[in-house]
């Protein structure tokens, strides 16, 4: 909002509910919010001044909306977490005056602090800086912003011996601010809390290493991982899910159900075990089908591409640090990273008619990136990877009725799994962009139009999208609240016109097609990741790896046992018998650690009766059934896709 001064004495702020009122140049929002309504003040972390998030005492020269910012909105916690990542540091700091500190950002869940200190920290030794930490609170000290100019905070922080700091000065020119509390000075934008007293509740989670701005060559740092909250409910419930999502770490769940492994002798590569072949094949199937059903042509593009390909694509300039190359004969190739400029080939093999599109082209495509070491982390970051590509070649008039069926299409998809909660972005043009003026607004416009029509809330993002064109981003939120970018939709004005796609017009004119890219899972190792641990390994049946395990009692009831298990395998079932001599309360309590749905319990009533004892994992219901009977309630489940198995995180 562009701000209102009637002269350099008086400005106009407008509180919510409150009105339009003038104030001296100069006063605080808090200042504001006590004159207008203490009740303001009440939870209030810091402000907001038109669009700029400000201290609470910061003197306003202009006017403009004044808003109160509290823990609930997402700016609250930046500001809360990044004036506890300041705490830690300063905590850290009185116990170790030697420490260098690097960076401290707030993230999503928390803050981290990167310190160089010459001896490793233990986790024995967080207890000993929480203490001091709660020292610090007790002693509630002001925290103050300090304007400077950049050279006086490179002689600042030269005078500290803060060497990173200084490194990072390095590249800026402008003024700088920097928050003082206490005995403790640091650089940063801010805004922050008024004071440490603000900081009470307060965990401190881990330790890590990371590479001062990441880079390899350059020194190794610890990381101090911590969450803190306005209140100590919220800090315990958030380490209680800390400690359940421990138990749902697909990571461990892999090895009890023997889905995948990893191994040193392939770093980042995962290793699929039958059983998660099985959930795999599962999942692709699926896909496929509604691929098949949204009249999408699917497709395979080799792994290897001449590098040549990758420069004319525009992938060489983003991309080149994290793909792989090798050299057949006398050409350079590279692996591919995505899959989008193989399918763009295929597609310009021939100049096609308008009334051809749109085509639409799917690939369940298996790509390699290069990451680092320190980033790999179970399916969640991989090095090679499935990516549930499709690419949509359409006209400029098509691309909201494509996006529509897009959309309804990642709902479907989400809602088999069990994820209904989900929010969406929209990126619109960034600064640096390609296309014209009437192709972005047209997308944008589309891409707007589809989320309207279908009734979808969106979060605006100005400026975020790719410079190729606007996209939407699908976050999904499992059953511990975290959310994961899974599905996009992007416009793409770019590439069609690097690799020579074209179409026929109706007047025989030759023109570019639009080209919607869009993914659903992204990545499919890392999609199954996070339903292992949405779920905590209890699948739905229709991806579960065994769907039901033959349980003998007694070696003479092994006969009756083998012979359902064959029943059951001949309908397409997934069904393993358990004929080892053991007993039955071993082979059950097994059965539960590997997450399998049903266990059928066969003893001498149910060989005499030539009927099944059910027992269902979750409810641990029993109940006696035929195989007839049992056969067709696993069939009605299984076709259903119903992801009933899913816990109730309470």
């Not at 100005?462 to 609240?481: N, Q, S, T």
């Amino acid at each position: 909002m562009q701000d209102t001064v009637t002269d350099s004495k008086q400005i106009e702020i407008s509180v919510p509910h409150h009105g339009k009122q003038w104030f001296d140049a100069g006063i605080t929002p808090q200042e504001v919010f006590q004159q207008v309504s203490p009740k303001l003040l009440k939870k209030a972390l810091a402000a907001r001044i038109g669009d700029t998030v400000v201290d609470l005492q910061r003197p306003l020269t202009n006017g403009g909306n004044l808003a109160s910012i509290d823990f609930k909105s997402d700016q609250g916690k930046e500001v809360f977490w990044h004036s506890s990542a300041h705490l830690m540091a300063q905590a850290v700091k009185n116990l170790y005056p030697e420490v260098k500190l690097a960076i401290g950002p707030a993230i999503e869940k928390g803050f981290y602090y990167d310190i160089d200190l010459e001896n490793s920290l233990q986790p024995e030794d967080l207890p000993k800086i929480e203490a001091e930490i709660a020292r610090l609170v007790e002693s509630d000290l002001t925290i103050q912003r300090i304007d400077m100019t950049a050279e006086e905070a490179k002689a600042k922080f030269t005078s500290l011996g803060e060497d990173y700091k200084v490194e990072l000065l390095e590249e800026i020119t402008d003024d700088v601010s920097a928050y003082e509390q206490g005995n403790f000075i640091d650089m940063c934008r801010g805004p922050h809390v008024p004071s440490t007293g603000f900081l009470k509740n307060f965990k401190l989670l881990s330790l890590a290493g990371a590479y001062w701005r990441g880079d390899e060559k350059r020194p190794m740092l610890q990381r101090i991982y911590g969450i803190s909250f306005p209140n100590q409910k919220l800090l315990d419930e958030h380490l209680r899910l800390l400690e359940e999502a421990k138990k749902r770490d697909h990571r461990k769940l892999g090895k009890a159900m023997t889905l995948f492994s990893f191994h040193q002798e392939a770093p980042g590569l995962p290793f699929w075990h039958h059983n998660g072949l099985v959930i795999v094949n599962e999942i692709s199937e699926y896909m496929r089908g509604l691929l098949t059903r949204e009249g999408y042509q699917e497709v395979k593009t080799p792994i290897l591409l001449k590098q040549e390909l990758w420069k004319r694509s525009g992938h060489w300039r983003n991309y080149k640090d994290n793909m792989y190359f090798c050299k057949i004969d006398a050409d350079k190739h590279a692996v591919k990273p995505m899959n989008c400029p193989g399918g763009l080939l295929m597609f310009g093999e021939r100049i096609r008619s308008y009334r051809e599109l749109p085509v639409r082209i799917a690939e369940l495509g298996l790509v390699h990136r290069h990451e680092k070491a320190g980033v790999l982390h179970g399916l969640f970051r991989v090095r090679e990877f499935t990516q549930d590509d499709a690419h949509v070649y359409c006209l400029p008039t098509q691309i909201q009725s494509e996006v529509t069926k897009i959309i309804d299409l990642v709902r479907e998809v989400y809602a088999t799994f069990g994820f209904e909660d989900y929010h969406v972005e929209l990126s619109t043009r960034p600064e640096k962009s390609i296309g014209s003026n009437r192709d972005w607004t047209n997308a944008e416009n589309c891409l707007k139009g589809a989320l309207d029509d279908l009734h979808i809330k969106y979060q605006l993002n100005p400026g975020d999208g790719a410079f190729y064109g606007p996209k939407i981003d699908f976050h999904i939120r499992d059953c511990l609240g975290r959310s994961w970018q899974c599905g996009t939709i992007q416009v793409d004005f770019s590439m069609p016109k690097r690799l020579g796609a074209e179409y026929v017009d109706k007047n025989g004119k030759k023109k570019r097609p639009v080209m919607i890219h869009r993914a659903i899972f992204g990545s499919l190792e890392r999609f199954i990741g996070i339903v292992l641990e949405h779920f905590g390994g209890d699948l739905p049946l229709w991806i579960a790896p065994v769907q039901t395990i033959v349980l003998p009692i007694a070696e003479r009831h092994q006969e009756y046992a083998a012979t359902v298990a064959e029943q059951l395998r001949k309908q397409g079932l997934r069904v393993e018998p358990d004929l080892r001599n053991e007993k039955v309360g071993l082979k059950i309590r097994e059965a539960e650690l590997r997450k399998i749905p049903y266990m059928v319990i066969i003893g001498d009533e149910e060989v005499e009766q030539q009927t099944l004892s059910v027992r269902q994992r979750k409810t641990r219901d029993q109940q006696q059934l035929s195989v007839d009977a049992y056969i067709e309630k696993l069939i009605t489940e299984r076709e259903g896709r119903n992801p009933v198995h899913r816990d109730a995180v309470q």
